[in-house]
């Protein structure tokens, strides 16, 4: 039940496509889902967050759709570049609690093609 | 810039030849936390701070020690290294009552 499943594991778009991965979880006890974003020999950045209370949010190129009677999430990436070319996780957190053991996804790797 | 610092960047020990990993913040956040990253998989959470209260995985193998000595530093101690213990060690931090949690370079280890 604290499992997020995240698919796919590997996705290549051309630049300016629109990739989009998707995570469900079990858990609805989770109350705050974030998206990371990794490089390789980098630790994961901070890229966009969600809180099960909106059904999108946007940052940038970045957008999240949360839906929550179905019990997932996606990250879009408007107009994508080969600089985004990176692992992207998604992670989700349990309510109540002041700090975050965060449940990772098992990341996707994007390719986007010049 | 306020970050999260980690050192080195990359160790190589020996099979059974203890190794600490440091991890330093300038965010001053009271909750500090260590993750395990294996090639092409997720993080997993080792254990965690907030402040000095030490809160510890129920699988993180004994093997695997942590000490924060004070707000700004955490170190991760691995006392008899296994080749299964080659990874990458992530660092990361987040005040208390907020879920964002930011994360430093990573110390890659190798062990021989």
């Known amino acids: 039940q604290q499992q997020v499943k995240q698919s796919p594991q590997s996705l290549i778009v051309q630049k300016g496509g629109i990739p989009i991965i998707n995570c469900a979880y079990e858990?609805?006890?989770?109350?705050?889902f974030p998206w990371y974003q990794q490089f390789p020999g980098k630790g994961p950045a901070l890229l966009i967050a969600?809180?099960?209370?909106?059904s999108e949010k946007k940052e940038g190129r970045f957008t999240i759709s949360f839906n929550k009677s179905a019990k997932q999430f996606s990250l879009h990436i408007m107009d994508s570049q080969p600089g985004d070319s990176a692992t992207y996780f998604c992670?989700?957190?349990?309510?109540?609690?002041?700090?975050?053991?965060?449940?990772f996804g098992q990341g996707t790797i994007l390719t986007v093609h010049p | 810039d306020a970050m999260v610092i980690q050192n080195p960047r990359y160790q190589v020990t020996q099979f059974g030849k203890p190794v600490t990993l440091s991890c330093s913040q300038t965010?001053?956040?009271?909750?500090m936390y260590w993750y395990q990253q294996k090639s092409s998989q997720a993080p997993k959470l080792l254990f965690h701070y907030y402040d000095k209260d030490f809160n510890n995985e129920a699988d993180t193998p004994d093997n695997f020690q942590s000490r924060r000595p004070n707000t700004s530093f955490c170190f991760l101690d691995i006392r008899s290294p296994g080749l299964g213990d080659a990874a990458m060690y992530l660092c990361a931090t987040s005040r208390y009552g907020h879920a964002e949690q930011y994360f430093g370079p990573g110390t890659r280890l190798t062990v021989t």
């Open positions: 969600i809180r099960p209370d909106v």
């Open positions: 858990n609805t006890a989770f109350d705050y």
């Open positions: 992670a989700a957190r349990p309510g109540g609690t002041s700090y975050g053991k965060l449940t």
């Open positions: 965010l001053n956040h009271n909750v």
